[in-house]
Nanobody, 125 residues
Framework: VQLQASGGGVVQAGGSLTLSCAAS????????MHWFRQAPGKEREFVAG???????????RYADSVKDRFTISRDNAKNMVYLRMGTLKPEDTAVYYC????????????????WGTGTLVTVSS
């Protein structure tokens, strides 16, 4: 699976931004999809993940730092994953990466099978 993230940019604190991750080469329907981020001088960290479909339900999980502000979603038909980011804070500034893992969400970036290119989000105060 090839993944390409896009949608990053400069936004003021309190603003919103939606990131997109386009997949090619294979359907993402059999993978849990994730967003991670890495700020300058910091380790890569989990942001959000969404499971494969179970029945009619997708299960999403978020880092505490973004819970209630960010929303992850997926469109398997379009092979796309999205991250809607709201009420952005300067500490959200980072390069954001999408990744494909197994069927369940994991916060451990070491177990991801595929990584996309990153997209830079800069939140100004």
């Amino acid at each position: 699976v090839q993944l390409q993230a896009s949608g990053g940019g400069v936004v003021q604190a309190g603003g919103s931004l939606t990131l997109s991750c386009a997949a090619s080469g294979r359907t993402i329907s059999t993978y849990a999809m994730h967003w991670f981020r890495q700020a300058p001088g910091k380790e890569r960290e989990f942001v959000a993940g969404i499971s494969v479909k179970s029945g009619n339900t997708y299960y999403a999980r978020y880092a505490d730092s973004v819970k209630d502000r960010f929303t992850i979603s997926r469109d398997n038909a379009k092979n796309m994953v999205y991250l809607r980011m709201g009420t952005l804070k300067p500490e959200d500034t980072a390069v954001y990466y999408c990744a494909a893992g197994s069927t369940v969400v994991s916060s451990n970036w070491n177990v991801m099978n595929y990584w996309g290119t990153g997209t830079l989000v800069t939140v100004s105060s």
